[in-house]
């Protein structure tokens, strides 16, 4: 393990524990690996370049941090956290952005006194298509909670086989044919919905 490993493991025991500025020690360390992850969540949802990478990991992180007592079981687990709260920050604008199609009103929560730019853009079509996503993996995680879970680290975050092994306590052969019988599951299931691709 590097010594950043190190560290990050330190400080995930440390938020265990009650530190509470552990998860401020840590963020530093984590935040080139999470706008890896932030962009390729970005790209397998559809976004395009004018998604703001930072901004979606800056409200991640706002969620993680706002969390009580987290218990980070390791790295991994940690990466797998993170990637569910990138993911809902993926759907709550995606959700804002149908309803101004059905002219309701959004609330927008104003970011300006964390300084980070809330640039994330996306066209309708995506936003519908990450909102019928989401339907179609809860309805997934209630039949296999498991397979759903492989889906949130491979598609969302773009995890290797190994690091979501590591999330899902299983081995990579069997997170790759978790990955295959999932994405044949959620093709139908969109099929379903509209979304042939």
């Not at 039949?143 to 975050?157: I, K």
Request: with cysteine; hydrophobic share 45%.
């Amino acid at each position: 393990m590097s010594a950043s490993g190190s560290n990050i493991t330190q400080l995930l025991h440390a938020a265990r524990e009650g530190s509470e500025n552990a998860l401020n020690e840590l963020f530093p360390l984590v935040y080139d690996e999470m706008r890896r992850r932030a962009a390729a969540q970005r790209a397998a949802a559809g976004g395009h370049a004018t998604m703001n990478t930072t901004a979606i990991v800056h409200e991640a992180y706002l969620k993680l941090a706002g969390q009580d007592a987290p218990a980070y079981q390791d790295r991994a687990h940690f990466f797998g956290v993170a990637a569910k709260a990138m993911r809902h920050v993926f759907l709550d604008y995606a959700k804002g952005r149908t309803r101004q199609k059905r002219g309701g009103d959004a609330t927008h929560v104003d970011i300006d006194d964390v300084q980070v730019s809330t640039d994330i853009t996306m066209g309708l079509d995506e936003a519908e298509r990450i909102v019928a996503m989401d339907a179609a993996l809860r309805q997934l995680a209630h039949e296999n909670p498991r397979l759903a879970q492989v889906v949130e680290c491979r598609f969302f975050a773009g995890m290797t086989n190994e690091d979501t092994a590591a999330v899902t306590g299983t081995s990579p052969a069997t997170v790759k044919r978790d990955w295959n019988a999932a994405r044949a599951l959620l093709f139908s299931e969109m099929k379903t919905r509209g979304f042939a691709q």
